[in-house]
């Protein structure tokens, strides 16, 4: 089995990382990055697989090199010196001098895990974004993440949108390599940002896992809302474990009353639509050389946030007026479908507590 060959410090608790670090089924690929979470930290570790000519190793070497940080945000940035170290210790293992020199040039107080509940403020992944925090994205993932997991995807993002707006428990299975699957994760948590105030106060948090396995079945049974992505196919069975199961470009789910949001309706078509031009537009604008600092992923993040901010500004001023009443009209001008959004309309009034009344079709009161 894996274990933790060398850690700093000595005395932290990483019960679990030999399997958070190294994913299932890794050993058929030559390398690979993954992101974890472990306890309130978020961890980045690059793997690497080296033939040797030891029967001891059974012909192979294979080693993990990782971080843990109680932020995602600035892990990106070490990925490279990861990459370097991992490669340096499958040629000449047990030599630490580098790893020990970056670990006294970064350290900071980790939250401490055995803290009792309630009294560590939770790693929050993707907050509320307002300006101030905006810059701050933009180093979270490499340029293109955002922009591969949308072509990827193509209209099915929009489905995903819809599961991530509703903070449903979201799975998403691939074979190794799984980093470029950690960022599917990172993105699905990007559809759901809302940036207006005094939102959702009461709304469980949309927590990323980025890669899950076995040994992570008891945390997750605990878990509301989630995205996280796994190799191990045995996750399929099961269904108590997640709402929503994403393998491949195959977006399903095993509860009836959601199986309404797997369809594609008009309006989710000319959603997709728009954000195709924009996205035309912004590749020609920088060919011509009028617009170099605008980039896809901040069109992507902005277009979701938009469209987010709409649909709950319309839904917050029809529960503070006299009648309540939210109308056909009212979805068009929050660009939903009335009739194919009409579930999906249903759920979001019901998970973030929006007092309202829903007269589209037969009169419904939520």
Request: aromatic residues 10%; contains cysteine; glycine residues 6%.
């Amino acid at each position: 089995g894996n274990m933790v060959e060398w850690c700093l410090p000595q005395d932290i608790d990483l019960e679990g990382v030999e399997f958070k670090s190294m994913a299932s089924g890794s050993h058929k690929i030559q390398s690979d990055f993954i992101y974890f979470r472990k306890g309130l930290c978020f961890g980045l570790a690059c793997f690497a697989n080296m033939p040797v000519e030891s029967e001891l190793e059974r012909g192979a070497r294979m080693k993990s090199v990782g971080i843990l940080s109680p932020s995602y945000t600035l892990l990106y940035r070490y990925m490279h010196f990861l990459e370097n170290q991992v490669r340096h210790q499958l040629e000449m293992p047990g030599h630490y001098s580098h790893l020990e020199a970056f670990y006294d040039d970064k350290k900071g107080v980790l939250p401490d895990s055995k803290g009792t509940p309630g009294s560590q403020q939770p790693v929050h992944w993707l907050p509320s974004i307002h300006r101030y925090m905006y810059p701050e994205m933009k180093i979270t993932h490499p340029a293109g993440c955002m922009s591969q997991f949308i072509k990827f995807f193509g209209e099915q993002i929009l489905v995903l949108w819809k599961f991530a707006l509703l903070r449903k428990r979201i799975l998403i299975f691939s074979p190794p390599p799984v980093g470029v699957v950690c960022y599917r994760v990172y993105c699905c948590c990007c559809l759901a940002n809302v940036s207006l105030p005094g939102l959702g106060g009461t709304v469980p948090e949309s927590k990323p896992f980025f890669y899950v396995n076995v040994a992570d079945i008891e945390m997750l049974e605990t878990e509301v809302s989630y995205v996280a992505c796994t190799t191990e196919k045995i996750f399929e069975q099961k269904r108590d474990l997640y709402d929503v199961y994403v393998d491949n470009q195959n977006v399903k789910t095993h509860h009836e009353h959601l199986q309404p949001l797997l369809k594609i309706n008009n309006a989710d078509k000319e959603k997709y639509r728009r954000l195709n031009d924009q996205r035309q537009m912004l590749m020609y604008s920088q060919e011509v050389g009028e617009d170099c600092s605008s980039c896809e992923e901040d069109l992507f993040i902005l277009f979701f946030m938009e469209q987010n901010n709409r649909i709950f500004q319309t839904l917050m001023e029809v529960s503070a007026s006299q009648d309540k009443t939210l109308t056909a009209d009212h979805a068009r001008g929050m660009g939903l479908d009335p009739q194919g959004d009409r579930s999906f309309l249903m759920d979001l009034l019901e998970v973030y507590g929006i007092d309202v009344m829903l007269v589209i079709d037969n009169p419904c009161c939520t």
